[in-house]
T-cell receptor, first 114, second 110 residues
């Protein structure tokens, strides 16, 4: 199974809402990633978890809060977002986080902030 | 910081024509990966190049890694409508992250 799943597929939220994005993989990978992708732009790395520990935080605003409950799951908690945070949020996983790993991307959550 | 530049930004071809996208890094890379993202889809891994001067082929796709490990190219021979999408290169430098190029969006006139 080389699939990364993400829920929900679409999310519309107001600036005062709290919501969470979820990601799951069952490939035994020990690294998981959150990316943000705006239209016609490349994926932009937000966070990396390696062996369930946060190893990279690309200076992401605190209104985005990642969580890795176990090696198969990755969450992104959202609070007090801004309209400019509207984007496709992609989760990915890889073997152990080395830059030579293949990254497997999920289908993404398309987020709209009103 | 490390930058990976990719050109062209857009390419429109007639079906059957060839297509090439180029990737250049400001620093030496440990490896380069190529991903394809179909419209409305997510990035899908195509290939990884690690060795200086490496050339790999996948059917009509040819990937090259430069001798200095700072540049790479993807060439598609005789494009088909299924090749439509955005092609991203992504460079690694031994850290835990890949740096993505801006992507080349390929559209094809059937």
């Amino acid at each position: 199974d080389t699939e990364v799943t993400q829920t929900p597929k679409h999310l519309v939220m107001g600036m005062t809402n709290k919501k969470s994005l979820k990601c799951e993989q069952h490939m035994g990978h020990r690294a998981m990633y959150w990316y943000k992708q705006k239209a016609k732009k490349p994926p932009e790395l937000m966070f990396v978890y390696s062996y369930e520990k946060l190893s990279i935080n690309e200076s992401v605003p605190s209104r985005f809060s990642p969580e890795c409950p176990n090696s198969s799951l990755l969450n992104l908690h959202l609070h007090a977002l801004q309209p400019e945070d509207s984007a496709l949020y992609l989760c990915a996983s890889s073997h152990d986080g080395s830059s030579t790993d293949t990254q497997y991307f999920g289908p993404g959550t398309r987020l709209t902030v009103l | 910081g490390q930058q990976v530049m990719q050109i062209p930004q857009y390419q429109h071809v007639q079906e059957g024509e060839d297509f090439t996208t180029y990737c250049n890094s400001s620093t030496t890379l440990s490896n380069i990966q190529w991903y394809k993202q179909r419209p409305g889809g997510h990035p899908v891994f195509l290939i990884q190049l690690v060795k200086s001067g490496e050339v790999k082929k996948q059917k009509r796709l040819t990937f090259q890694f430069g001798e200095a490990k700072k540049n790479s190219s993807l060439h598609i021979t005789a494009t088909q409508t299924t090749d439509v999408g955005t092609y991203f290169c992504a460079g690694g430098r031994g850290a835990q992250k890949l740096v993505f190029g801006q992507g080349t969006r390929l559209t094809i006139n059937p």
